[in-house]
Nanobody, 121 residues
């Protein structure tokens, strides 16, 4: 059984920092791209940042210079360091991984359950 488990969300004041983690576990053969998405109330889910297996990254314009995505392939884990947080960053943050389970023939996307980030004074 493959699952992605996020952690690290919480309540933080504007200007503060949080670090999100997402660990993939179970019978996994390989993982390609991993990424973070977010969804605020009443809005569509949007890409925050993504990282390839080789470490190439891309970030949404709204978070460039403030958020950094990284991964540890040995631990099947992706991180999102969030600095200079703003109230508009408040959302449910989801982890996504394009992975190949053991015995499967194709990569497909898996999602975590989400972790809440609230930026408020």
């Amino acid at each position: 059984q493959v699952q992605l488990v996020e952690s690290g969300g919480g309540l933080v004041q504007p200007g503060g920092s949080l670090r999100l983690s997402c660990a993939a576990s179970g019978s996994i053969f390989s993982i390609n791209a991993m990424g973070w998405y977010r969804q605020a109330p009443g809005k569509q889910r949007e890409l925050v940042a993504a990282i390839s297996r080789g470490g190439s990254t891309n970030e949404a314009d709204s978070v460039k210079g403030r958020f950094t995505i990284s991964r540890d392939n040995a631990k099947n884990t992706v991180y999102l360091q969030m600095n200079s947080l703003k109230p508009e960053d408040t959302a449910l943050y989801y982890c996504k991984a394009d992975l190949l389970p053991m015995g499967a023939l194709q990569f497909r996307p898996w999602w975590g359950q989400g972790t809440q980030v609230t930026v408020s004074s």
